[in-house]
């Protein structure tokens, strides 16, 4: 066959030499090569245990966020639906009655809020998209479950702990959004 | 009786069955097992004598290395009871007349033979053991010994031989 | 006592030593599988089983029980009988191979001397070789009878394998036979134990370099372990002669591997390392000052580190050289292997020609 560029460099495998026909040398280097990896650090991360750092850019599950008197913050105005690519996100808006001021810090709030977790990017879309600061990307992942049922996350598994009620848990939610936006605000200033 | 004995009766009963089984299976696999374990039997009358070597090698050679080459292409052939081809009459008629000959010449030889002046040597018979065997094939019957050898070992350079390339 | 003209205190004995070396193999065939993974693991910079109890010890256990509780399951197609008779033979032939290797010298109890070997017969090798070719056979049956294109052509593979490195095997052995001039594996270790340096220079390896690697290479083919893996290479065969099996006939046929694999170890130390020799120790002035039974455990000891050396090469091996093509692995053993071991023997047999002159 003509070679197509005049670039081709034809390489003649060389004849082996006796020492290479002998066979054995060769494979006492290669058992030399394994025996030495025994004493080689291992590159398992053993999980439960350890576990490996996320990127600083890593985007998890979503928060539903509080003020500090434990409002909720959403006011079920849809942006983060329209905003979602993958259509992820439902919510049923809901009028805050006489009495619930301690629980919405708005008249409207979202009375059910689903995110689908197998439909679900994590493109942070509806974090940005946010206008009252609601939403929040945290740094972990949904785990592994047995139905399908059960990623379709609601209010109860999305809202941030009552800072009233358990302010450690807050505190320590809370904590966590503000180091990963600290974080993030590094790598793009970087 | 002693063990000897009643393992005489129970290999002699063994390998006589397994025989009969194996001329009469209809599969071809189930009659190479079944002569397989007529090996055994042998092998088992032959260790009873004491006879270890030959014991052994009748393990080796016959069960170890030819029945499995004829389980190898009996394999590869696919015959089983539905494939088999029948026989014509003709073929059968000349099947029993020739075994039924052979049968017979055997018979005559082994009247005529000396054999039935013979005892038995039992188990602490030495004849069969390596020394004993070893001394006899490389004194009294060196050249049949040398020449089989020989033979094998041409057998062996040949295979090598045809293994070659060019 | 005597029964049918036989002594009952030796029949127990044998029974006890046959019962303890069974477990023992069984034992230790267990340990060999987790040794298996974890070495795998610590030479690919992983760390192999560790979460089911202290160190993942318990894995062998695990594996064993999850093997136990699988469905058991039988092809309709196959052949019911061969199919099941396939791992017995399988594991029965690697159990018996035992029973000729001396895994000691002689232990002194209740004022009777036991020998730790189990039957001492004068074809102690061939006695061996007749075993391994039988034991081709459970791949043969249990290939065929799966009834799979698969595992026919893995047990022809394998018994074609076997059949050839038998061979050489052989040959090998036969230069080995020309030095100790006895086929009984008792004597041949007591030879080795008169030799210099505490019995270390007498070690066979030393008469027969050529002859032990050639018994290496056939033994690492016969066990059917990488680089001769054939019978069960996966990229081709799936599953090899195991395809169809399940639950404990596929943990009979995985289990007789191993056992193969410590036996043949233990025949190679016995052969050629001087069995239960101590290197570089005189044993009868040990046994003078410390006893016979303790410097007879310590024989014992000494044999299980030489197996535990082979069986860590055996696995050293398998994790870094690949599989070999059908057509190499024939080559190097007709071409190569059979030549070798012929010149060797023809070798051997002048140099002890001259020597006994």
């Keep these: ?190 | 009786m002693s063990i000897s004995e009643i393992l005489f009766w129970f290999l002699s009963a063994l390998s006589i069955l397994s025989a009969l089984m194996m001329v009469t299976s209809r599969n071809p696999v189930h009659s190479v097992l079944w002569l397989i374990l007529v090996f055994f039997a042998i092998s088992g009358h032959y260790i009873l004598m004491n006879a270890q070597f030959l014991a052994i090698v009748n393990m080796i050679v016959y069960a170890g290395a030819i029945m499995v080459l004829f389980l190898f292409v009996i394999m590869l052939m696919n015959m089983n009871a539905e494939t088999e081809p029948q026989k014509s009459k003709w073929m059968k008629m000349a099947g029993t007349i020739g075994s039924g000959s052979l049968l017979l010449v055997l018979v005559a030889a082994l009247r005529d033979s000396e054999l039935r002046a013979r005892t038995l040597e039992g188990p602490e018979g030495s004849i069969g053991l390596v020394k004993q065997l070893g001394a006899v094939l490389f004194t009294d019957y060196v050249v049949p010994f040398e020449i089989s050898s020989v033979l094998f070992l041409s057998a062996m350079v040949g295979a090598v031989l045809i293994g070659k390339k060019d | 006592m005597q029964f049918l003209s036989t002594d009952i205190s030796l029949i127990l004995e044998k029974l006890s030593i046959i019962v303890v070396v069974v477990l023992a193999l069984l034992g230790i065939a267990l340990y060999t599988t987790f040794a298996e993974r974890k070495v795998a693991g610590i030479m690919q910079d992983r760390y192999g089983p560790n979460r089911a109890g202290p160190f993942g010890l318990l894995q062998p256990l695990a594996d064993g029980i999850k093997l136990f509780f699988k469905e058991e399951l039988i092809p309709l197609a196959s052949n019911r009988m061969l199919f099941i008779l396939g791992p017995f033979i399988a594991m029965f032939t690697a159990l018996i191979t035992g029973a000729v290797v001396p895994w000691g010298s002689q232990l002194e109890i209740f004022d009777r001397t036991v020998s730790l070997t189990i039957a001492k017969p004068d074809i102690g090798i061939l006695y061996v070789f007749a075993v391994v070719s039988i034991g081709v056979f459970g791949m043969m049956i249990g290939g065929w009878a799966s009834n799979n294109k698969f595992s026919l052509l893995a047990a022809i593979r394998g018994a074609s394998q076997v059949i050839s490195y038998e061979l050489a095997m052989g040959l090998s052995i036969i230069a080995l036979l020309l030095v100790t001039g006895t086929m009984n594996l008792g004597e041949i270790v007591t030879q080795q134990m008169a030799g210099g340096l505490g019995g270390f220079l007498g070690w066979n390896v030393f008469a027969q370099p050529l002859g032990f690697l050639i018994f290496l290479v056939c033994v690492f083919a016969e066990c059917n372990r990488t680089p001769f893996d054939l019978p069960e290479a996966e990229s081709e065969l799936n599953m090899g002669y195991h395809q169809e099996y399940s639950s404990l006939k596929l943990g009979f046929f995985l289990f007789s591997e191993y056992i193969n694999m410590i036996v043949s170890s233990a025949v190679m130390a016995t052969l050629f390392f001087g069995g239960y020799d101590i290197p570089f120790v005189d044993e009868a002035s040990l046994s003078a000052a410390w006893g016979n039974n303790i410097v007879a455990i310590l024989g014992i000891l000494m044999l299980l580190t030489k197996i535990v050396f082979f069986l860590f090469l055996f696995m050293w091996v398998r994790w870094t050289i690949p599989r070999f093509r059908y057509d190499q692995l024939m080559d190097l053993g007709w071409r190569k292997m059979i030549p070798l071991a012929l010149a060797n023997m023809l070798i051997t047999g002048v140099i002890t020609l001259w020597l006994n002159r």
């Design chain 1, 1 to 190: 066959m003509q070679p197509l560029t005049n670039r081709v460099k034809v390489l003649e495998p060389k004849p082996l030499n006796l020492m290479e026909r002998l066979y054995l040398p060769n494979i006492l280097k290669g058992m030399l090569i394994t025996f030495r990896h025994i004493f080689k650090k291992k590159a398992t991360i053993q999980y439960p245990e350890q576990k490996r750092p996320f990127s600083s850019v890593f985007r998890g599950l979503h928060v539903l966020n509080r003020d500090e008197e434990g409002k909720e913050r959403c006011t079920a105005c849809g942006l983060c639906a329209v905003a979602c690519p993958a259509e992820a996100i439902t919510m049923e808006a809901a009028e805050r009655k006489k009495g619930e001021e301690h629980l919405y810090r708005e008249e409207k709030y979202a009375a059910r809020y689903e995110i689908n977790m197998l439909r679900c990017i994590f493109c942070g879309l509806c974090e940005e998209a946010c206008p009252k600061d609601a939403i929040y990307l945290s740094e972990t992942f949904a785990p592994a479950n047995f139905t399908r049922k059960s990623f379709i996350y609601g209010k109860p598994d999305l809202l941030i702990p009552d800072p009233v009620q358990a302010p450690d848990d807050f505190a320590r939610a809370k904590g966590q959004i503000e180091e990963r936006k600290q974080k993030a605000n590094k790598t793009l200033t970087a």
